[in-house]
């Protein structure tokens, strides 16, 4: 696993319209060294995106109002080098601007290892 500095805690945007994923998500990433936004649904993701340095979004894919694919479209406009994982059951037919899947079912210890070595790439 590729290692940041100890003083760079990166921050996650973390989106999911189920409030105990949510919860559950934002504290394991807690533990794995992140700063977690969460967001419940677009709308809230959107103006976080926008007004706070994001380093990585999580995103379920599933969600109420729109897809995790809709919501990578609109934040990759506002700004391309910010990773966007889809965090789902199953991947999408088309992952469009997404930059990695994850399946639910993965082991924490393994997605964060992956989010971390996506931050650290896109600080490179």
Request: aromatic share 4%.
């Amino acid at each position: 696993m590729e290692i940041l500095p100890p003083t760079f805690k990166p921050v996650v945007l973390c989106i999911d319209d189920d409030a105990n994923a949510l919860k559950l998500r934002a504290a394991v990433l807690r533990r794995g060294g992140f700063e977690v936004l969460p967001a419940h649904d677009a709308g809230e993701a959107l103006q976080k995106f926008e007004t706070h340095k994001i380093d990585l979004v999580l995103s379920d894919h599933g969600l109420k109002d729109t897809t995790g694919v809709e919501i990578a479209k609109q934040m990759k406009q506002l700004n391309p080098a910010v990773p966007i994982v889809l965090y789902s059951g199953a991947p999408p037919e088309s992952m469009g601007p997404v930059d990695c899947f994850i399946v639910k079912s993965e082991e924490p210890t393994v997605v964060l290892e992956r989010l971390h070595s996506l931050v650290c790439r896109s600080k490179a």
